[in-house]
């Protein structure tokens, strides 16, 4: 499939443990998050998003954490199952009709 | 909804070549992207419309890439002539204002 990234750092999680993969955004005046999984072979694929106004969100065993004071995003997997593994990245846009600016991406590796 | 559907999957082709990527957006969707993936750069933003009219092609890296809309269901991103470094994952994507995007599954260009 299509190559994502050979150097991307990674992620490493026991089938069944909780997965916390983290993001520093650019941008202080972003306010429109999204957290995108992408399976080798396939395009990104949205999971979750988060609004400025919020600093938490929650989506079927996904958890979206917003800190806007250090600008830090992260994704909480609970239960991670091997179909978690992919790369996710984090992007961000301001006013949310501005392009996305996605981040560099973290490999997730779900061990069974 | 078929999704965003790209054609073609992959492209082969010798430099020099003209390279022309087709991308059918989801219908009612305003908004359409043209993304290039690369393991050096990761996701960058080459173009994107809104009603079928360019707003911002500051990220197409040369004067030989073009994309057109003739029409909300259909766009195209040329190449010409095409050069080695343009291998990547060329991915297109819709949406509607402050929702997150869909991708469609990319087209991967290789020039020899």
């Known amino acids: 499939g299509e190559s994502v990234g050979l150097h991307l750092p990674t992620l490493s999680v026991q089938e069944g443990d909780n997965s916390i993969i983290n993001c520093a955004y650019s941008n202080s005046a972003s306010d429109y998050f999204i957290w995108y999984k992408q399976e080798s072979g396939k395009g990104p694929q949205f999971i979750i998003d988060i609004r400025s106004n919020m600093d938490k969100r929650q989506g079927q065993r996904v958890t979206v954490l917003l800190n806007k004071t250090v600008k830090h995003l992260s994704l909480q997997i609970a239960a991670t199952q091997p179909g978690d593994s992919a790369v996710y990245f984090c992007?961000?846009?301001?006013?949310?009709?501005?392009?996305?600016?996605f981040g560099k991406g973290t490999r997730l590796s779900v061990i069974a | 909804d078929a999704g965003v559907i790209q054609s073609p999957r992959h492209e082969v082709t010798e430099m020099g070549q003209e390279v022309t990527l087709r991308c059918k957006p989801i219908?009612?969707?305003?908004?359409l992207f043209w993304y290039r993936q690369t393991m050096m750069r990761g996701l960058e933003l080459l173009i994107y419309f809104n009603n079928n009219v360019p707003i911002d092609d500051s990220g197409m890296p040369e004067d030989r890439f073009s994309a057109k809309m003739p029409n909300a269901s259909f766009s195209t991103l040329k190449i010409q002539p095409s050069e080695p470094r343009d291998s990547a994952v060329y991915f297109c994507?819709?949406?509607?204002?402050?929702?997150?995007?869909?991708f469609g599954s990319g087209t991967r260009l290789t020039v020899v």
């Open positions: 992007a961000e846009s301001y006013s949310g009709n501005t392009p996305l600016v």
């Open positions: 994507a819709s949406s509607f204002p402050r929702y997150g995007y869909t």
């Open positions: 219908s009612g969707h305003d908004y």
